[in-house]
C-alpha cells in the first residue's frame, strides 16, 4: 500500500520524460529534413560573410617546459554562427530553445588553427 504513492510519482516523471523526447526528436527531424551540410549557410550568395565566434577554454595545462618555451595543453574549442535553416519556434516543441548536434550534421566553416 505505502508503494502505490511512490510508483505513480515514478510513472509521472518517466511520462514527462518521455513526452520532452518526443519533442526533441520531432524537432531534429523537422529541422534536418532538407538540410544540406555541403551548402553554406547562407540565403543568397551576395549576402555578407559568416560571421564565426571563435572561444577558447583552457581545460587541462599538462606541461610547461620554460626552457624550450613549450606548453602542452588541453583546450575546448567553440565555434558559434547564425545557420538560417536552423530555426523553429520553440512553442511548437516544447520550449526547446536549443540543440546540441554532432558535428557531421551540419556545415562547419572553414577554420585551420596553427600550433607555433
Do not use: C
Amino acid at each position: 500500500m505505502r508503494l502505490q504513492p511512490v510508483l505513480h510519482a515514478v510513472l509521472a516523471v518517466f511520462t514527462v520524460r518521455v513526452s520532452a523526447s518526443d519533442d526533441e526528436e520531432r524537432l531534429m527531424v523537422d529541422v534536418f529534413r532538407g538540410y544540406n551540410s555541403l551548402i553554406q549557410p547562407v540565403k543568397n550568395i551576395t549576402e555578407t560573410p559568416i560571421i564565426v565566434k571563435i572561444a577558447l577554454q583552457l581545460v587541462l595545462l599538462i606541461n610547461v617546459d620554460e626552457k624550450d618555451q613549450v606548453m602542452h595543453t588541453n583546450v575546448w574549442l567553440t565555434l558559434k554562427w547564425h545557420d538560417f535553416q536552423m530555426r523553429w519556434n520553440p512553442v511548437n516543441y516544447g520550449e526547446i530553445r536549443e540543440m546540441r548536434v554532432s558535428p557531421d550534421k551540419v556545415w562547419l566553416p572553414d577554420i585551420v588553427l596553427f600550433n607555433k
